[in-house]
């Protein structure tokens, strides 16, 4: 009876410590994926910008103005 109950105890380790290891994988692998997406974020913001300073605003409200002129 003990030899069994040592070797349950035995294999429940193993499998606490396989679990143990996959969780620290997993999260890795979490940390990876978010990681990549905030140098996507930081990517979009950056396009966003660009195209946001290269827009002629000038030229839009000079733009708006002759269309309420028209109606």
């Known amino acids: 009876m003990t030899s069994a109950c040592n070797r349950v105890l035995t294999s429940?380790?193993?499998?606490?410590?396989?679990?143990?290891?996959?969780?620290?994988?997993?999260?890795?692998?979490?940390?990876?994926?978010?990681?990549?997406?905030r140098v996507t974020a930081q990517e979009v913001v950056g396009m966003l910008f660009e195209l946001s300073s290269d827009h002629d605003y000038e030229t839009d409200s000079a733009s708006e103005a002759e269309e309420e002129e028209r109606f």
């Open 12 to 37: 429940l380790e193993a499998a606490i410590e396989l679990e143990a290891i996959w969780l620290q994988r997993n999260n890795r692998e979490t940390e990876r994926i978010m990681a990549s997406r």
